[in-house]
């Protein structure tokens, strides 16, 4: 059985997020230990700064609450409320959904397809994607393709990038007279990059563990690089902030953003912690110069433009409703793999001793005739030998059953 078990954005505040969220660097080890610890035969986790899910095929999701409790050492009490755990048609739908960016805080948003694909990705490397997931990812992905050439979901899709900027324009009156300075140089922060890249700011820094990956994301908008371990010399001289690495602990604490704003002679900066766990401390927000974002602020501007996709999620939902009927199917055939491979595995051994018989009787002499009479004779009875003797022997109340299915299985006729 598929199931999914989770929390996200609609389910939980950031400040309980984070505390679930799995680093990238941590993800196989966390895998081998899921399957390795409990009776789940297949996992993947796909971990986001809105969600942290567990994909898994296993007999039940009891035992996989207590995992992630204990794997991230919160008391179960503490996250209990914030759980769901979806079974197997709603798991399926869910996968479609959120493959499609119909669960996602910005409607549509593409983002959460790649990120899918990288958690399938990191559970194929770790050897924990089976059959039955595997099967379940990809039909999620031709879903989500389906969903986006058909309908319009993502179209004029409010980014969470695209998000930040208009934050920005509240703050200041042109974000092209601001310096902006990146925290990170992965997929979110390119987005970011690109966005504030397109109102031309005075300029743009990139700060990066590597920095060599900062350098080549900087280049791009003829800016410069530096190291994580340089931000409090550089924080001050800039006005907009975004961050966003995969960093455990805060990267950017209360006091060195209060030196910032004391060398800034209390000019204000707009920041926005796009990390999971945030890369910003919380306090930091309490300053009086300072805007402090998160990913969960972000929604109040996306809202407005729900409306305008609502007769698109209309369609897409259809769309997806049938493919979960579809994919369903597909794994109720799985459950008969087993019986059928069983079932040819016994004719087979029937026909290879029927052969080995019919060439002794041949190598004695016996007619070809007569040794392909007995041959055919002799297989047709063991083949309709065990469900001959079922119908015999089977009682009032099984009987009617079995004539039916001997009827459906052997696509017989009643005679006339």
């Keep these: 059985m598929i199931f999914t078990l989770g929390i996200n954005h609609h389910s939980a505040p950031l400040a309980i997020r984070e505390r679930v969220a799995f680093h990238a660097e941590s993800l196989q080890q966390a895998l081998h230990n899921l399957i390795g610890a409990k009776p789940v035969k297949e996992a993947a986790i796909l971990s986001t700064c809105n969600r942290t ?10 035992l996989a609450v207590d995992w992630l409790s204990d794997y991230h050492r919160i008391e179960h009490h503490q996250i209990k409320p914030y759980l769901y755990t979806l079974d197997q048609p709603e798991a399926v739908r869910h996968a479609f959904r959120v493959a499609s960016g119909l669960d996602s805080m910005v409607i549509g948003e593409p983002q959460i397809l790649g990120q899918m694909k990288d958690a399938m990705r990191v559970a194929e490397e770790a050897g924990t994607l089976g059959t039955s997931l595997h099967k379940l990812f990809q039909r999620s992905f031709a879903v989500a393709k389906e969903v986006r050439t058909t309908t319009a979901i993502g179209a004029n899709t409010v980014s969470m990038a695209a998000a930040a900027v208009h934050l920005a324009e509240r703050i200041f009156e042109s974000v092209g007279e601001q310096r902006v300075l990146f925290i990170g140089a992965g997929e979110m922060i390119e987005l970011c990059a690109a966005h504030f890249g397109a109102q031309k700011p005075r300029q743009i820094t990139v700060a990066n563990r590597t920095l060599e990956r900062g350098q080549a994301l900087a280049a791009r908008y003829e800016g410069n690089a530096i190291r994580l371990d340089e931000l409090a010399d550089y924080l001050p001289q800039h006005d907009i902030v975004v961050s966003c690495t995969a960093s455990p602990l805060p990267i950017i604490g209360l006091g060195m953003v209060e030196r910032a704003i004391k060398a800034r002679r209390h000019r204000p900066i707009f920041m926005v912690d796009l990390a999971v766990p945030r890369d910003i401390e919380m306090e930091v927000g309490e300053l009086d110069d300072v805007f402090l974002y998160t990913v969960d602020d972000l929604a109040q501007v996306v809202e407005s433009g729900l409306e305008s996709r609502q007769a698109a999620v209309v369609q897409a939902e259809a769309i997806i409703t049938q493919q ?93």
């Design 53 to 62: 899910e567990l994909y898994c095929a296993a007999e039940s999701p009891a």
């Design 324 to 416: 979960v009927e579809s994919f369903l199917h597909w794994l109720d055939g799985r459950e008969t793999v087993p019986l059928i491979r069983s079932l040819r595995d016994t004719a087979e051994r029937m026909r290879r001793h029927e052969i080995e018989h019919a060439m002794k009787l041949l190598a004695k002499g016996e007619t070809p005739e007569l040794v392909m009479e007995q041959l055919s004779q002799r297989l047709t009875n063991k083949l309709l030998h065990a469900p001959t003797h079922e119908l015999n022997t089977a009682d009032a109340s099984e009987r009617s059953e079995l004539l039916h299915a001997a009827t459906r299985l052997f696509h017989l006729h009643k005679a006339d």
